[in-house]
Every structure is written in C-alpha cells, then in structure tokens.
C-alpha cells in the first residue's frame, strides 16, 4: 500500500480523498493557489505543496506544476477527484512515465471512454444504442450552425473534454447555436485546457440515470446501482438520489452489465460513471461515461456500504476487489443535495464572498456506511444518518475562480420518504450567512410534489420554475404554526427585555397577553397563555396550537414543537419581529401590539428605486465582451455583454427596445454585484 498520495484538486473532494486516506494510514499532500493558501482542504492535509496564481490554468491544471509538486513531496500515488486533470490522459501519461500510481484508470480507457466523441464512437461499434449526433471535430460557429440544422433542433452543445455542465449549451435555433458554439468553446478552454465541440440530438423529456461501476486490474467488474441525477439547472446537477425511484431491478440488472461490459471493453480499472438517458418505457441510451471519481459518489456509499475512494486506492496499489457483483446490496435510500454559492432570487447567478456563518447540521452515521468503514448491518426503522461533505468552513472566503459548490449535504433512511423528510429538517437546520445560496431552492425541491412522486425529468427545473426562483409561499396552515411560534419567542424576548439591569426604580413593564402577528401579507390576532411548559397560541377564530421550544433571544436556530408538528426555523432579528427562514420561504414576522400594529398600517411602504433604464452587473465577474455600442438600438432579448463567473460565461440581454445612452465598463473589467454596466435612454 502506498505511504504517501497527491490529492490534486481543490474543495470539498480533496477533504473527502484526505479522510479515507488518513484512515488507511496514507499520509496526504494538498496542493494549493494563491486563493487556497487558508483552504480547508490545506490545513487537512499532512503536508501542502504551492502551485500557482488563482486561475485554474495558471495552478491546478498546470500538468508541469503538479509533477513539480509530486516530486517535490515525494508522493507515490495521486489522486485527482473530479474535474480539473482528473480526465486528462496527458497527466496519466506524465505520471506514468514519473512512476507514479495514477488513483483513476489506464491511459488507454482516458483516452477512449474520458473523451466523449471517442467514447461515442465505441459505444456504436460495440452495439450500445446512443443519441444521434456529430462526432467529428467541429471547426467554427458557421459549421457548428449548419450541423445543428442537418441533426434537427433542439441540439446540445458539448466540450468533448467537459463535464460538471461546463462547456455545455442547449440550442433550439442558429442563433443560440452560433453563441452556444462560441460559449462552449471559451469555457472548455478555460475549464480543461481543451476546447473540442460536438453535438447531438438534444432528447426533450429524459431521465439522467447513471451507473457506479468498480473494477480491479485482475478482471473482476462489479456495478454498485444507479443514481438518479435528473434535477438539474443549466445541465449541472443539483440534487441526486439512490436509488432511482423510476427503475425496476431487470432495467437495473440490464444497464449494470452493459456498463460493466463497456468498462472492461476498454480495459477500464478504478471508479466510473456509465451515464444514460432513460425515456418514459424504460428504454435507456449511452450518454458518456466519466473516467473518474462523481462527486455525487455519496449516495452510492451510503446505500451500500462501500467506500469508493478506498476502492480507488486499492485498485490503484494493485489489489483485486474483496466485494463481487453477488456482495453488492442496495439497502435504504439516499439523497443528495448540493449546496451552491448561487443567488436563486437572482437567477441562480454566482455568488462571492466571506462566510460569515456556516454552521451545517450535526453528522449523523447510520444505515450500510457506518462511520465510513463499517458495516451496520439492516437499516434499523426510523434510523436516519446525515452527511455533510465541504471544503469551507466559517469566516473562509467563496472564490470567483473556482465552482461555486459549498458542500454536498446527505441523508440515508430505509425509504425515500423518511430520507426526503431527514433533508428538509437538515436543509433548514443549515446556516448560511454571508454569501447568496440555493437553500431555499432545495428547500422547495424537496417540499415539491413532482420531486416527492419521482415522476420528474431533467426539464424539471424548467418546467416547474420556467420564470425563476422567488420564494416559497407557505400555506395556511403552516402560517399559522408560524405565526404561533412567533408570537410565543416574542413573549420570551420581551420577557428578557424586563429584566435588563438599570431600570427605574418603581417602574415595572408588564407584557401583555394579546399580540398581532403579521406574515406574507396576512394578520393574525392572538391571544397567548403561557406556563413553565410552553404556551397556547389561541387565534381570533377560537382555534388554538400548543407551542414548545426550547429557543432563547439570540440563538439563529429555533426548534419549535407546534401541536406535535415540528419546524426548524432559522431567525434573525428585525425592527419588532423575527426574519424567518424556513422550508424555503423567507419573510419577515411582524410581532406587534394591538396598538402597534394600529399605528404600522399607517406607516407608508418605501419602494425600490428605478433602475429600468440600467444594466446591472447580476454577479461578481469579469467583463469578457461588450456586444452593443453608444447609440445602438437594441431589442428585447438581444445580447448586450457576455460576464464570466465561477467559469461559467453569462451572456446578459437587453429586457426590453432601448437605446444605449452610455457604456461605463469594457473587455477585462472586474465588476461587482449591482455595477452599472450600461445606461439607456
């Protein structure tokens, strides 16, 4: 067994490779930028090698500097995780050629399965039904643009070296296939150092569902089940889960032996990922397979109990798997959620900056993977297990120059309902301050009636938020729960407030009984009687709840019992109430007096100002072009400038007709959030 690894990434993989090497007793090296000096992933790691500037391809891409820094460690083995080198054959070939163990697979099936025009063409000489598409290389956006039509749209554009959405776009006429073609091919550059393009038939409607496969240098190959990654944004996964609530055990049995058969077509060893589209009959189509490490790894090790990375490490030091197909059990459910640094109420955009609070919910180990090496035997009934796998923590800094993922939170439980249900309580005991996130999005997932049937597709998000994320709008009768919680913590907090040193002597204040709590636009009149217990919320209508918590002023988190039903709510303070997160919905509570209350309706309502005639810059990012000069006149939906973040290009569009009166940024600029870029008449 190897002494010594390379972890050459970044983030939370870099953590999880650290963790199950230190329990193999393998001591780690990170490599770092300039960005990472204070990353988690460094101060893991036994020893930590500098590599670079920030940009990816300045640092972690840079094959030179890597082998530099494998010398320099002295490491025996590295590991790539996911994306960044972790699929390029030139890397696998240097390593091979410094003698040193490459934790992924030979050169050869990088080659043949990594690339995925390759990979595409040996799928059809091997019989494996695949998308119609174009896989020859493609020259410039006209041709791109001619084969677009001969496939028929909707096509999808993709870099031939891509994966984790980049470098891919959604084409329903020549337009958007002349900048998607362009797009593509800036961030496969930027991303992978390689900007290939092909194309294929987009399929409208599918199911995204993958196979974990594992095999040895000995000729053993093994799959470990699916993974449905249908709930995507932007081809970017967002939540996944295994099992596949859609697939039955003989369309299991019958993609996890083409998958394996593809694997060892090509000599494959280590980890990966056999990708296919499944329509409504069950009918599946090879889609790519990912030569390496998924970084949703963790829904297959909780519902079986196998450590990939582990795995990885021993099929890299020449062992034979210890587990055969016959071993492999599929016990419970699991469920993952990504947590990215993206704004849902500003359209997913990216989102930089300091974490000011980052408390995840406490790790819980139960079901197959126990503690990460140890088997539990059967799923125990009500046992839940919570994983949160990251590579920050609070006070650290969400770079513009890498992903924009925080974390992967998962959950396990005998069945999908109880391990949904164990991510809405996770996802709302998760506390997250500083920076824009998507919990609220997932939230709503989670809470959605599609998601909790199964019935979804890979349209899903745009299907069911066609205009965007705004919130969650709470029904009546979690309102009420709500609003008796509110108004229960307010008699606490008020409490305290009479209590505070240096009163006046002889003036004592009373808190009253009767209370008006306000919410998504709706009034409450409550009455509250409270013992050492908890209190009863008794509404205008005579209808009461009884509330329990064990909440104090100044706590983020409150867990609140209302009539057996409970709710984690995460509470900030405002001017005479409580800002309140829960299950996705954000608003503010309002806890007044009668007169209070009398007095707030009269106040008047300060509104936002007018910025119609304004083009702001939505993100942190750098300007990459400016489409439109003084003078123009653009229309509605015409592209005005293209902004990069996380590397990711956005291309920016006119909302409505206009004139451009003045430009105030260009080629090169670094923007921040709410920059004006452009003015209008």
Not at 72 to 101: D, I, R
Not at 107 to 129: L, P
Not at 627 to 645: F, I, K, N, P, W
């Amino acid at each position: 067994m190897f002494k010594k690894i390379l972890i050459a990434n970044r983030g939370e993989i870099a953590c999880r490779v650290i963790k199950t090497a230190r329990k193999m007793g393998i001591t780690t090296v990170a490599i770092y930028s300039d960005a990472d000096k204070q990353a988690l992933h460094v101060a893991m790691a036994d020893e930590a090698v500098h590599i670079g500037p920030p940009p990816a391809n300045q640092s972690y891409i840079v094959i030179d500097k890597v082998m530099e820094a494998i010398r320099s460690s002295g490491a025996q083995a590295v590991h790539p995780g996911y994306g960044f080198l972790s699929e390029n054959a030139k890397f696998a070939q240097a390593l091979e050629a410094a003698g040193v163990a490459f934790v992924g697979p030979p050169v050869g099936a990088i080659e043949k399965m990594g690339d995925k025009i390759t990979s595409k063409k040996i799928a059809q000489e091997a019989g494996v039904s695949t998308v119609p598409g174009y896989m020859g290389l493609i020259e410039d956006a006209d041709e791109a643009v001619k084969i677009s039509g001969e496939i028929g749209y909707p096509v999808m554009i993709k870099a031939s070296a891509g994966g984790g959405g980049k470098g891919m776009r959604i084409a329903w006429n020549d337009e958007e296939a002349r900048e998607g073609f362009q797009s593509s091919k800036n961030e496969a550059a930027n991303s992978f150092g390689d900007d290939r393009i092909f194309i294929e038939k987009f399929v409208t409607q599918p199911r995204h569902i993958e196979i974990q496969v594992l095999c040895d240098a000995h000729g053993n190959g093994i799959y470990l089940g699916e993974r449905e990654c249908s709930i995507q944004r932007r081809n970017q996964k967002v939540v996944e889960e295994a099992p596949s609530p859609f697939l039955d055990e003989a369309t299991r049995k019958a993609m996890g032996e083409q998958a394996v058969a593809l694997a060892q077509a090509v000599g494959y060893t280590s980890a990966g990922t056999v990708e296919f589209i499944v329509d409504g009959n069950k009918d599946f189509f090879f889609l790519e397979m990912n030569t390496r490490l998924q970084v949703e790894h963790p829904v297959t090790e909780l519902i079986t109990g196998v450590d990939l990375v582990e795995q990885m490490i021993r099929v890299a030091a020449g062992e034979k798997l210890s587990i055969t197909q016959a071993d492999v059990t599929l016990t419970g459910w699991a469920i993952e959620n990504r947590l990215y640094a993206e704004d849902p109420y500003r359209n997913f955009l990216p989102s930089i900056g300091r974490l000011t609070r980052y408390r995840p919910p406490a790790e819980v180990a139960a079901g197959p993977l126990l503690d990460n090496d140890k088997w539990q035997g059967d799923a125990a009934a009500g046992a839940v297990a919570v994983r949160n796998d990251t590579g920050v923590f609070e006070g650290g800094e969400i770079s513009m120059y890498y992903d924009p993922m925080i974390a992967k939170l998962c959950t396990w439980a005998p069945t999908r309902g109880e391990a949904i249900e164990a991510m809405r309580v996770a996802l709302d005991s998760f506390e997250v301050e500083g920076i824009g996130h998507n919990l609220p999005f997932l939230s709503a997932v989670m809470d959605h009636p599609k998601f909790v049937s199964g019935d979804m597709t890979t349209a899903f998000i745009a299907e069911e938020y066609p205009d965007g994320f705004d919130g969650v709008t709470l029904n009546d009768a979690d309102l009420r729960r709500l609003a008796a919680s509110c108004a229960a913590m307010h008699r606490v907090a008020e409490i305290r407030r009479t209590r505070v040193s240096g009163r006046m002597d002889n003036h004592e204040r009373k808190v009253g009984t009767d209370w008006v709590v306000t919410a998504q636009g709706q009034r409450f009149d409550v009455t509250i009687a409270a013992d050492h217990d908890g209190s009863t919320v008794t509404f205008e209508d005579g209808s009461a709840l009884r509330v329990t918590s064990g909440w104090v002023p100044g706590a983020t988190l409150a867990h609140v019992n209302v009539d057996g039903h409970t709710l984690v709510l995460k509470v900030g303070k405002v001017s005479g109430g409580f800002h309140i997160r829960t299950r996705g919905a954000d608003l503010k509570v309002h806890v007044r007096t009668p007169r209070q209350a009398e007095l707030a309706e009269k106040m008047p309502e300060k509104l936002p100002p007018d910025t119609s005639k304004l083009l702001l810059c939505p993100m942190p990012g750098l300007i990459v072009k400016i489409d439109v000069e003084v003078g123009d006149e653009v229309q509605d939906g015409q592209a005005l400038c293209t902004v990069e973040a996380m590397k990711m290009e956005n291309i920016l569009r006119a909302e409505r007709k206009g004139v451009v009166a003045k430009i105030n940024a260009g080629p090169g600029d670094s923007l921040a959030v709410d920059d004006v870029i452009i003015e209008f008449e």
